[in-house]
Nanobody, 114 residues
Framework: QVQLVESGGGLVQAGGSLRLSCAAS????????KGWYRQAPGKQRELVAI??????NYADSVKGRFTISEDGAKNAVDLQMNSLRPEDTAVYYC?????????WGKGTLVTVSS
């Protein structure tokens, strides 16, 4: 079993920054992959950023603005979000794959005002 808890969401103006953190109940280096997804109102959940096999991939919509990183000391996967836009408004979820099973956090809401 893996528990994932997201934090750091909130309300920010367009152009601002937020840093999300996903705290895991076990070492993040034991995961086959880990990443961040988001779901905007009325839309499907989509990939934001993922770390898999030592490689990082970003959605085109966030490249150059968002950065995913690992903090082994805290067993956390962070997402630094800069130059936020109203279209970034969504619930952000952390996901980890461990032993063939996908685990999800409950999400944290990010709201970007124009």
């Amino acid at each position: 079993q893996v528990q994932l808890v997201e934090s750091g969401g909130g309300l920010v103006q367009a152009g601002g920054s937020l840093r999300l953190s996903c705290a895991a109940s076990r070492s993040i280096f034991s995961f086959n992959s880990k990443g961040w997804y988001r779901q905007a109102p009325g839309k499907q959940r989509e990939l934001v950023a993922i770390i898999k096999s030592g490689r990082i991939n970003y959605a085109d919509s966030v490249k150059g603005r968002f950065t995913i990183s690992e903090d082994g000391a805290k067993n956390a996967v962070d997402l630094q979000m800069n130059s936020l836009r109203p279209e970034d408004t969504a619930v952000y979820y952390c996901r980890a794959e461990y032993s063939g099973v996908d685990y999800w956090g409950k999400g944290t809401l990010v709201t970007v005002s124009s």
